[in-house]
């Protein structure tokens, strides 16, 4: 397997992933646990940011953030349609790049000054790695107040995109 196909594979998870959280927080009366639904709204637009971030480091162009997080928190119907947004770019991308440009390295600067390099490739595995470890704590915060949220695995992904990988023999 080619390190794009398993890249196209994450996003898709990503996206699918992305979409049920938010539909979930977007579906749930607001004014119930509205501590816990403000962190997880929190958490999502941190990955959202991170993401335009890395865009912006991939492209070459300015991303605009001071900050891993911006001072307004977004509605879940407001993040939801940027996380779309953004997950069909970082699709669109993966299905574009070449295998020379997943090797060159980028050097960036990250919100806190840092400088930092980091091929394309390993920037889009922080992406897809990063976002999935936000939504494990964001599914924490759905379970304690009796929400249900998707089940985040890429082998359901897999599974919900290819029916036959159930079948045996």
Same mark, same amino acid.
């Given at each position: 397997?080619?390190?794009?196909? %398993?890249l196209?594979k994450?996003?898709?998870?990503?996206a699918w992933a992305? /979409?049920?959280?938010?539909?979930?927080?977007?579906?749930?009366?607001? $004014?119930?646990?509205?501590? #816990?639904?403000q962190?997880?709204?929190?958490v999502?637009?941190h990955?959202?940011?991170v993401?335009? %971030?890395?865009?912006?480091?991939l492209?070459g162009?300015?991303?605009?953030?001071?900050?891993?997080n911006?001072?307004e928190?977004?509605?879940?119907?407001?993040?939801r349609?940027?996380h779309?947004?953004?997950?069909?770019?970082?699709?669109?991308?993966?299905?574009?790049?070449?295998? #020379?440009q997943?090797? #060159?390295? %980028?050097a960036?600067?990250?919100?806190? $000054?840092?400088r930092?390099t980091?091929?394309?490739e390993?920037?889009?595995?922080h992406?897809?790695?990063? /976002?999935?470890?936000?939504?494990?704590e964001?599914?924490r915060l759905?379970k304690?107040i009796?929400?249900?949220?998707?089940?985040d695995?890429?082998?359901?992904?897999?599974?919900r995109e #290819?029916?036959?990988r159930?079948?045996? $023999?």
């Amino acid at each position: 397997m080619s390190t794009v196909s %398993i890249l196209s594979k994450l996003f898709r998870h990503q996206a699918w992933a992305h /979409d049920g959280f938010l539909q979930v927080l977007e579906t749930s009366a607001a $004014g119930q646990h509205p501590e #816990e639904r403000q962190t997880a709204l929190r958490v999502l637009n941190h990955c959202y940011v991170v993401n335009q %971030i890395f865009t912006g480091h991939l492209t070459g162009r300015p991303h605009g953030y001071a900050a891993s997080n911006t001072v307004e928190t977004p509605t879940p119907e407001s993040l939801r349609a940027a996380h779309a947004a953004s997950d069909r770019w970082f699709l669109d991308y993966v299905a574009s790049v070449t295998p #020379e440009q997943l090797a #060159e390295p %980028i050097a960036f600067t990250f919100t806190d $000054g840092d400088r930092g390099t980091m091929t394309r490739e390993e920037m889009l595995f922080h992406v897809a790695t990063h /976002d999935g470890f936000h939504r494990g704590e964001v599914g924490r915060l759905l379970k304690q107040i009796s929400l249900l949220p998707p089940r985040d695995t890429l082998a359901v992904t897999l599974h919900r995109e #290819e029916p036959a990988r159930r079948e045996h $023999g």
